[in-house]
């Protein structure tokens, strides 16, 4: 979006109420979203890592690294 295109925008978000809502409302699912992502994404790696950990091998050398 051009810097004009953005200002004529953010002036019809000040002068249209329901815009505005609908907006935020997109804003606060995006937010959302990535969140969920987040976790998702977060609780693959554990189960990730917490396999890993299940080798012998790995184990051993996170040891043989980490002391």
Do not use: G, P
């Not at 810097?3 to 699912?29: H, I, T």
């Amino acid at each position: 979006m051009s810097e004009e295109d953005a200002r004529a925008f953010e002036a019809r978000l000040l002068l249209d109420d329901m815009l505005a809502e609908k907006v935020e409302a997109q804003r606060q699912a995006h937010r959302l979203i990535r969140r969920y992502a987040w976790r998702e994404e977060r609780s693959r790696l554990e189960r990730i890592y917490r396999l890993l950990l299940d080798e012998a091998d790995f184990a051993h050398q996170l040891k043989t690294i980490f002391t």
